[in-house]
Structures are given as structure tokens and as C-alpha cells.
């Protein structure tokens, strides 16, 4: 009988964050960007283009122009609104007024038997090397276990981007394995190093 009773139970309700949800730490603070977030988005992106294209997919002709901005907006909200992925742009709020300085995303979040995701992040070349991207790595991670329940985050990135190594392990994941050829990053198809993390109470 509670075989036949768990065939019409139904699956527990996926958590619906809002979307001017707040991931707050010592000195920087996540949340979804904004439509007046482009100027700033413009003005980092295009300050730390050779910073930047050497770990990313290339960058297509109109990268930096306003509509390009206004599709990832609305690809975000979709995303964010259908449960699958989460981008919050990375304030430094221990100034006299919030700066820009990144971005990060919890994608391809899967519930079910998964129940696991994937980080990526991005931060601009005045900001790099401050810890900064670590401590919005552990608030994203807190949002994914704590806020999401899942059990299993992921990450990969290139082997000689030393920086994102030391991220990833300031952040507590482990590298567990090597893909070669990848992704397409930046015109070609890269080797890259798989990360994960598990739920600490797992």
C-alpha cells in the first residue's frame, strides 16, 4: 500500500526565491542586475576586456551594446522565474557606495535525483586577486544548500587559469577530474579541470 501511495505522491514544491533576493557578506553583496546596472556593466566589461576574453566563449561584435545587456536580462529573470538558473551581479558594499565589480550565476540547477548545480562567475580586472570572488563563491554556495537544498555544486575551469583554482579552493571544492576540449572558450576548444562540492552535511 505505500508502494502504491508513493506513485501519486507528489514531488516536494521547488523553492521560488524572489527575484530581489540578497546574498549579503562581509564586503560584497549579490543580487540580480537591473536595468540601470548597464553602465556600469558596460563600463567594467569594456575596462577589462584582455582580463576577461581569455576565459570566456568570444565575445560576440555588439558584447557591450545595451540590447546585448537587455537579452541577458531577460534570459536571467526567465531563468530565474522557471527555477533553472540564478545571476546576481557582485556589489563591494564596504565603500561609500556600492561599486560593481562581477558577476555570478547558479546554473543548470536540477531538483529530482540531481538535485545539484553549476557556478560560474566573472570579476573585473581592478577588483581581481582581492578575495573578493571568494567570498561571493560562499554566499552563492550557502544560497544553493542552504536557500535550494541541493546537495552538489559544480564548477570547472581552464588548468592554467591559476586564480579560479585558488577560488574554487578557498571555496571548498575539490577537483575531481580533467575533460579535455571542453568548452569553446574565447574561439577555441579548451582543456578543463571539473570541481565539485558537496552539501557539508552530506
Not at 42 to 56: C, I, K, M, Q, V
Request: positive net charge; glycine residues 8%; aromatic residues 12%.
Amino acid at each position: 500500500m505505500d508502494f502504491i501511495a508513493s506513485l501519486f505522491r507528489l514531488p516536494p514544491k521547488r523553492p521560488q526565491p524572489p527575484l530581489d533576493t540578497q546574498l549579503i557578506g562581509a564586503r560584497v553583496t549579490l543580487r540580480m542586475a537591473e536595468s540601470e546596472d548597464w553602465r556600469a556593466w558596460h563600463a567594467l566589461r569594456d575596462l577589462s576586456r584582455d582580463h576577461l576574453t581569455p576565459w570566456e566563449p568570444e565575445w560576440p561584435p555588439h558584447a557591450l551594446s545595451y540590447g546585448f545587456y537587455c537579452s541577458l536580462l531577460r534570459r536571467h529573470w526567465r531563468e530565474w522565474q522557471s527555477g533553472k538558473a540564478y545571476a546576481f551581479v557582485i556589489l563591494l558594499h564596504d565603500a561609500p557606495r556600492p561599486v560593481f565589480v562581477g558577476g555570478i550565476t547558479l546554473s543548470d540547477v536540477q531538483f529530482a535525483n540531481a538535485q545539484k548545480g553549476t557556478i560560474g562567475y566573472w570579476i573585473g580586472k581592478p577588483y581581481a586577486g582581492q578575495g573578493l570572488m571568494t567570498e561571493a563563491v560562499g554566499l552563492i554556495s550557502d544560497f544553493a544548500f542552504n536557500h535550494l537544498g541541493l546537495q552538489r555544486l559544480e564548477a570547472s575551469c581552464m588548468p592554467k587559469n591559476e586564480a579560479s583554482k585558488t577560488v574554487l579552493l578557498r571555496a571548498g571544492f575539490e577537483q575531481e577530474g580533467y575533460a579535455k576540449a571542453y568548452l569553446q572558450i574565447n574561439g577555441k576548444r579548451e582543456d578543463h579541470l571539473l570541481w565539485g562540492r558537496n552539501t557539508p552535511t552530506a
